[in-house]
């Protein structure tokens, strides 16, 4: 079966640090990932999402995230963090069982900015 | 503006009572579901539809009925619900479920706090 975990649950930083949140995951076949980000009382936003190609993926608001396929990872990461990315983050892989666009989701890491 | 409207934002009832979620999108997509989000555990899926036809129900208790009126619409009726219902429920959508890499969009949720 497919998942995704992400190990942290809370990730604490300082404004103008990288970031990095971490995703691993178990597929069967070749994966497909994203990133989603929920700001507080609003949905999930689409951040980035590896299909094939270049490892690196770049995505909204400076993003993006590695994929290593030995390592079966999907970090996300972003050079120089922002008081305003403080909010939730999902990594999701699709479920390839019935054929057809289901995404099974992490449980969410919560990123913390500090000025 | 996401694209997906929720109504309402925030929803109290008690466990005998009846209560619907209304769920609409903009985006000219065919597939919609039903997710839920409690805290520190992944989302949930719960009901999927695919133009206007359901093509999932992930073992969701019944006094969850999902209706489908046409590919914008999306309905959750609730009847006789346990406080372990409360969460957040978001709906969201995507061009439809053969299109592998298209991404879902969310609205911002309905919070639902059974009493």
């Known amino acids: 079966a497919q998942s995704v975990a992400q190990p942290e649950d809370q990730v604490n930083v300082a404004e103008g640090n990288p970031l990095t949140v971490k995703c691993t995951y178990s597929?069967?076949?070749?994966?497909?990932l994203f990133w989603y980000v929920q700001y507080p009382n609003r949905g999930l936003q689409f951040l980035l999402k590896y299909i094939t190609g270049d490892n690196l993926v770049k995505g909204s608001y400076g993003f993006e995230a590695e994929f290593n396929k030995s390592q079966t990872s999907f970090h996300l990461k972003k050079p120089s963090a922002l008081v305003s990315d403080s909010a939730l983050y999902f990594c999701a892989v699709r479920d390839l069982s019935g054929g057809y666009n289901k995404l099974i989701f992490g449980a969410g890491t919560r990123l913390a900015v500090h000025p | 503006e996401t694209g997906v409207t929720q109504t309402p934002r925030h929803l109290v009832m008690g466990m005998t009572n009846k209560k619907s979620l209304k769920c609409e999108q903009h985006l000219g997509h065919n597939a919609m579901y039903w997710y839920k989000q409690s805290a520190k555990k992944p989302l949930e899926l719960m009901f999927v539809?695919?133009?206007?036809?359901?093509?999932e129900n992930n073992s969701v208790p019944s006094r969850f009925s999902p209706e489908c009126p046409n590919s914008s619409h999306l309905f959750l009726h609730l009847h006789t619900l346990q406080p372990e219902d409360s969460a957040l429920y978001l709906c969201?959508?995507?061009?439809?479920?053969?299109?592998?890499?298209?991404?879902?969009?969310f609205g911002n949720g309905t919070r639902l706090t059974v009493t």
């Open positions: 969201a959508s995507s061009q439809e479920l053969s299109q592998d890499n298209s991404p879902l969009h």
């Open positions: 597929v069967s076949g070749n994966p497909y």
């Open positions: 539809y695919n133009f206007k036809e359901q093509t």
